[in-house]
């Protein structure tokens, strides 16, 4: 059956993923404890699927405060197909450089903040804008995406380079370029992507270790509690305490 090869095949990932990439996940950890730390935002963006893992984020049950997302609706949101916002619209969308410079103009940023962008290939213009942008105003880049099968790919952007050439920091998600992964028998084209699940896998990786490196700083995390445990009669209370400091940080965004 092709459901135990796709989940062969996403396992495989997995692994790879712990044997190759825990020193880099660490490194990003820090970078973003002590952005979150300090009082200010890592920023997350995507286009396409690699918004999924941004939406893992927060709010979210377990999820905590500090990442702020810079999600377009034009680039996250595809699902009508055909017609208004299709998916033509989309393809052209994230190709068309300058978009992306567009968007980070309409944001308030300080030098401590990070900007956390995922991307499979990393070849395509606004993706690489907001790194730019980013890097332009101080902050630190952190890209996760298929480094290892894209990343000397040529870029759809004029500055001639790939956004894991622009990265300060990279964390592989190691997962094959065509993404889909299972044969069938009388199609060109695979079924079952990986990128989505290695994506997600690496984002709670990180953020679990985020969460641990504050906690032994000392650092009061805000988390996003469960509301469906009977029996638990705080959980809105933490849950207000959660949104007041995700208001207070955004404040001058």
């Given at each position: 059956?092709l459901?135990?090869?796709w989940?062969?095949?996403?396992?495989?990932?997995?692994?790879k993923i712990?044997?190759?990439q825990?020193?880099?996940i660490r490194?990003v950890?820090?970078?973003?404890?002590?952005t979150i730390?300090?009082?200010r935002?890592?920023?997350?963006?995507?286009c396409g699927h690699?918004?999924?893992p941004?939406e893992e984020?927060?709010?979210?049950?377990g999820?905590?405060?500090g990442f702020?997302p810079?999600c377009e609706l034009?680039?996250?949101?595809f699902?009508?197909?055909?017609g208004e916002m299709?998916?033509?619209?989309?393809?052209?969308l994230?190709r068309?450089?300058?978009?992306?410079?567009?968007?980070?103009?309409s944001w308030n940023f300080?030098?401590?903040?990070?900007?956390?962008?995922?991307?499979?290939?990393?070849?395509?213009?606004v993706?690489i804008?907001?790194?730019?942008?980013?890097?332009?105003r101080g902050?630190?880049v952190?890209v996760?995406?298929s480094?290892s099968?894209t990343?000397?790919?040529?870029?759809?952007?004029?500055?001639?380079?790939?956004?894991?050439q622009i990265?300060?920091?990279?964390?592989?998600?190691?997962?094959?370029?065509?993404?889909?992964?299972?044969?069938?028998?009388?199609h060109?084209d695979?079924?079952g992507?990986?990128?989505?699940m290695?994506?997600?896998t690496?984002?709670w990786?990180?953020?679990?270790t985020?969460?641990?490196?504050?906690?032994e700083?000392?650092?009061?995390?805000?988390?996003?509690?469960?509301?469906?445990?009977?029996?638990?009669?705080t959980?809105?209370e933490r849950?207000?305490?959660c949104?007041?400091?995700y208001?207070?940080r955004?404040?001058?965004l």
């Open positions: 059956m459901a135990n090869e989940k062969k095949n996403a396992i495989s990932v997995m692994d712990e044997e190759t825990m020193e880099n490194k950890a820090e970078v973003m404890a002590d730390e300090a009082g935002w890592v920023h997350t963006f995507g690699a918004n999924l941004i984020m927060y709010p979210r049950i999820g905590f405060v702020h810079l034009p680039l996250t949101f699902t009508h197909i055909t299709g998916i033509h619209q989309f393809l052209w994230e068309a450089e300058g978009y992306g410079q567009s968007i980070m103009k300080d030098e401590k903040d990070v900007v956390w962008i995922f991307s499979h290939t990393g070849i395509n213009a993706n804008d907001v790194a730019l942008e980013a890097k332009k902050m630190k952190i996760f995406g480094a099968e990343g000397n790919k040529v870029p759809r952007h004029s500055c001639g380079k790939n956004l894991f990265a300060d920091y990279v964390v592989d998600t190691c997962c094959p370029i065509v993404d889909a992964s299972c044969q069938l028998k009388k060109q695979k079924v992507p990986l990128s989505t290695a994506s997600v690496t984002v990786m990180t953020i679990c985020v969460a641990e490196i504050l906690e700083r000392g650092v009061k995390l805000y988390i996003h509690p469960s509301h469906n445990v009977p029996g638990d009669t959980a809105h849950l207000d305490a949104i007041a400091e208001k207070k955004s404040a001058g």
